[in-house]
């Protein structure tokens, strides 16, 4: 499957302290995208990580990716309770279209 | 430049009844995707169109259809709905070449219950 695998299904977080979320896919990739949507709304793109970066940055967020282990991770510091929403990864193959996980559902406690 | 817009955002139909989607991409985007999503199956790709093409296609049964028009302003339609179809349909944008790794831009999605 090129599907991606969001881990944990669930987080729950005070205001201030980090997220990590975790992914996993089973096939070779070119990319890596992670996108956020909050509540019923559309997606919004955060960061895209090409097969031969190891990690990348971008403001609070850092991304690694682990090709030998096909698997990525997403970090948020210093969260704030608007970064409240759902997080998908979704690995590319090349063809321009993304295969989705089932998303990690962050929750940051005022 | 204006983001992604998806009309109608909301919509209630019955079982058997057909039902047409729009998305109008950003500006000089060509490649439009279609997803659905639903709380069982989470976020599932329906098809892809570039320059008035379908370029790819997801795991949908033949009632789920769609067309791209000149202006790359897509649509996609259901024939046939079923209980199954109420979901949040999703619509994206890129300017992407025939290579991979480039943003997709999402619209606000349109809700469509199924009665």
């Known amino acids: 499957s090129q599907q991606g695998e969001e881990d944990p299904q669930a987080l729950s977080i005070q205001e201030g302290e980090n997220a990590t979320m975790n992914c996993s896919y089973k096939t070779s990739i070119n990319n890596l995208q992670w996108y956020r949507q909050n509540s019923g709304r559309g997606l919004v793109h955060l960061i895209l990580i090409r097969s031969n970066e190891r990690e990348k940055h971008s403001g609070r967020l850092r991304v690694t990716l682990d090709t030998s282990k096909k698997s990525s991770s997403l970090l948020i510091t210093a969260s704030r309770a608007a970064d409240t929403a759902s997080y998908f990864c979704?690995?590319?193959?090349?063809?321009?279209?993304?295969?989705f996980g089932t998303g990690t559902r962050l929750t940051v406690i005022p | 430049k204006a983001g992604v817009t998806q009309t109608p955002r909301y919509l209630i139909k019955t079982r058997g009844q057909q039902v047409t989607l729009s998305c109008s991409p950003i500006?000089?985007?060509?490649?439009v995707s279609w997803y659905q999503q639903t709380p069982g199956q989470g976020l599932q790709f329906l098809f892809e169109?570039?320059?008035?093409?379908?370029?790819n296609k997801g795991n949908f049964p033949g009632r789920f259809s769609g067309r791209q028009f000149s202006n790359s302003r897509s649509e996609m339609n259901v024939s046939t709905l079923e209980l199954g179809d109420s979901a949040l349909y999703l619509c994206?944008?890129?300017?992407?070449?025939?290579?991979?790794?480039?943003?997709?831009?999402f619209g606000p999605g349109t809700r469509l219950l199924v009665l």
């Open positions: 994206a944008s890129s300017s992407r070449p025939e290579g991979a790794g480039e943003t997709q831009y």
């Open positions: 979704a690995p590319e193959t090349g063809a321009n279209n993304l295969f």
């Open positions: 500006s000089g985007h060509r490649s």
């Open positions: 169109y570039f320059s008035e093409t379908q370029r």
